[in-house]
């Protein structure tokens, strides 16, 4: 059965948070789970100075889950990397949590986990994730927290709390304040085809220093198709809102269960008039000043019936439009990016039960 986590917490009191397999956001029981998934492209960027053209392995994890009895779960996943943590023991580890369900509607939650944001980009595997916005790739995603989630009767509607560490604990290795914190609330709902996963979370980046960040997620899902839009706002103060966001959104057409056409886009843009280098006081999801744009079109292909196997190819468009600091002038480099690769899943569990 899928199992995958997202985190949410309760900073009062208990700790809960979720898990699946597809989605980081999913609060469904875990079962007993060991798995291999194993993702290589070869990929060809093209800039306005230098081509770049190779094959490289984007991810290795193995994946380990089950039930000890009484109401307790527990699930991990390693990113098998060839490069140490350079902050902590558990960074290259997503999950590694303990699950407690004291009642069908309640959850709680304690350990490694994704924090609790939301939005269809952010939730989905990383593994599958293709081309993603400049906040997916610089934000440091899998913290130690506590959770908590009530799940409705029908299993439509999940609310989450949690406190789990700041992603600026450890980002980019700047030496960051130890013991940052973020608080996130989180709502996923399911009313007819529409879908939503919406949070607000406050996220500390200096001692008692906050980032508000909002992410709106909204998905329309039918028999052939689906689409979804991410709105995502980040703000330091009042006269900050409007100034740093972003949109992402992305259509799948399913021509049958084993053949998709998908077109994504996106725009970000942070109007910040501080730099990334002198100021800590700021959103490092996207250097000041800048505003990127990327869309491009891709399709996936499952040979296999049991859809072990999934081949992949697309291509896309990148612009990153700014201000020369030197002349002053306007500026906009582009590049292009051409993608083909396959993913391979292994589950030791089914294979030898």
Known sequence: MKTKAILVAFAMAACFIPSTSNAQTNWSQVFNKFKMEVRADGEYTTTDTTPNLGFHGKYFNLMLGGEL?????????????????????????????LDYRPTANWRLRFGKDAMALG???????????????????NIYCFQLAASGAYISDDGNHTFIVQVSNSPYVNYNNLNYD??????????????GHWQTLWSTSMVEYKWNNYLNMTMIGNKLVFDKWDLYIDFMHHALAIDDWGKNFGFVSCANYYFTDRFNIFIKGMYEQNKSSETLASSVSMDHQLAAGHATARYGLGFEYFPTAQKNVRLHIYGCRMTDSYTDATTGRDVTDETWNFNIGATWNVDFYQLFK
């Open 119 to 137: 939005g269809f980009e952010y939730d989905a595997s990383p593994i599958d994730v293709y081309f993603p916005t400049n906040l997916w790739r």
């Open 178 to 191: 130890a013991g940052l914190v973020s608080y996130n609330l989180y709502w996923a709902g399911k009313i």
């Open 69 to 97: 009895g009484g109401g307790f779960s527990y699930y991990f996943k390693q990113r098998i990397v060839a490069n140490p943590g350079t902050v902590t023991f558990f960074d290259n580890t997503d999950f590694l949590y």
